[in-house]
């Protein structure tokens, strides 16, 4: 597996300290990154926003600063697309060292407990992860954004502050073994929204009779892009103009395409346009709809109003 490259802290910086004000200008698409290791999901997108000289970026979905892989960068319209990502179910690739205990479930905390390591072998890998497979419970880690009267857990965390949390229901929909040594394990898991997998590494330690903590975690895709071609910090900082960054990225439909396609005459296009219902003659079975015009041009989210009408639920800004 490659590493990715770690972003230039001095560029950032010498961004934020600069008198010189960016112009900023209206963009839409995606950008797939291949978010680096070390770094906020919140520094990155401010700093890839200040490389497009965009007017209104935002994320889909945080990676923690030790993580990298797959960190979609939703600019302008396309942001208000951003949830579908976010309620997608993600792939994930992740080392764990078993035997220790750390304060954040990952190697930037402390090593709070140790405990012996059993034996490994393939046969009790497998039945560790098919225990683990389907639909399970999970105890959100105290180190979370998950809120508690008022205030973050990570916040609480700091602290040194712990508190209760219930389980929640999570969804692995597939747990394989990359390969294992005598201290530590390899894996890769597709999981749904709300999946933490330094919770989900503690867990299967357990199930191998120890204990255990991330030391590596890398996101690999984000339904609909499960085969992602990702783009890398420093092939956005090398890129010598803006038409080249631009060519980077994606349309915005590029994120729904699990969303059944509605087409609209020239007539209807410009009713739905205005907020108008559009009845239509098959009937509509699903919750959401793309929508677009008679040129094919993406208008936005439609939802049926009856099963034989449909109305505009989300709909983009036209640029001129």
């Given at each position: 597996m490659m590493s990715a490259k770690p972003i230039s802290i001095r560029v950032i910086m010498r961004e934020k300290q600069t008198k010189n004000k960016?112009?900023?200008r209206p963009l839409d698409g995606i950008l797939l990154l291949d978010k680096p290791m070390d770094v906020t999901s919140n520094r990155i997108l401010q700093h890839v926003r200040r490389l497009f000289q965009a007017e209104k970026a935002g994320h889909s979905g945080t990676l923690d600063p030790m993580a990298t892989g797959l960190l979609p960068i939703a600019f302008g319209e396309a942001t208000k697309f951003s949830s579908q990502l976010l309620d997608s179910h993600?792939?994930?690739?992740?080392?764990?060292?078993?035997?220790?205990?750390?304060?954040?479930?990952?190697?930037?905390?402390?090593?709070?407990?140790?405990?012996?390591?059993?034996?490994?072998?393939?046969?009790?890998?497998?039945?560790?992860?098919?225990?683990?497979?389907?639909?399970?419970?999970?105890?959100?880690?105290?180190?979370s954004a998950l809120h508690h009267n008022g205030k973050r857990l990570y916040e609480l965390a700091r602290e040194g502050?712990?508190?209760?949390?219930?389980?929640?229901?999570?969804?692995?929909?597939?747990?394989?073994?990359?390969?294992?040594?005598?201290?530590?394990?390899?894996?890769?898991?597709?999981?749904?929204?709300?999946?933490?997998?330094?919770?989900?590494?503690?867990?299967?330690?357990?199930?191998?009779?120890?204990?255990?903590h991330l030391t590596m975690l890398r996101r690999?895709?984000?339904?609909?892009?499960?085969?992602?071609?990702?783009?890398?910090?420093?092939?956005?900082?090398?890129?010598?103009?803006?038409?080249?960054?631009?060519?980077?990225?994606?349309?915005?439909?590029?994120?729904?395409?699990?969303?059944?396609?509605?087409?609209?005459?020239?007539?209807?296009s410009a009713r739905v346009l205005h907020g108008q219902r559009i009845r239509v003659e098959t009937e509509l079975t699903e919750p959401l709809y793309r929508l677009y015009d008679h040129n094919q041009q993406f208008l936005g989210v439609g939802a049926p109003n009856t099963p034989f009408s449909i109305g505009a639920k989300r709909i983009i800004q036209r640029r001129e």
């Open positions: 960016i112009v900023r993600k792939s994930y690739e992740f080392i764990c060292a078993l035997g220790e205990r750390t304060s954040t479930g990952d190697k930037e905390g402390e090593v709070i407990e140790t405990q012996a390591i059993p034996p490994l072998s393939e046969s009790l890998l497998t039945d560790a992860l098919s225990a683990l497979t389907g639909d399970i419970l999970q105890t959100p880690p105290m180190v502050i712990e508190v209760p949390r219930a389980p929640r229901p999570v969804t692995i929909l597939s747990l394989e073994m990359i390969g294992f040594d005598d201290h530590s394990f390899h894996a890769k898991v597709t999981c749904s929204k709300g999946t933490y997998v330094r919770v989900l590494a503690e867990d299967i330690a357990a199930k191998l009779g120890t204990l255990g690999t895709a984000i339904y609909p892009f499960m085969t992602p071609t990702m783009v890398t910090l420093e092939t956005l900082e090398t890129a010598d103009s803006l038409e080249a960054l631009d060519r980077l990225l994606l349309p915005i439909d590029s994120a729904l395409i699990d969303l059944p396609k509605w087409e609209f005459t020239e007539d209807e």
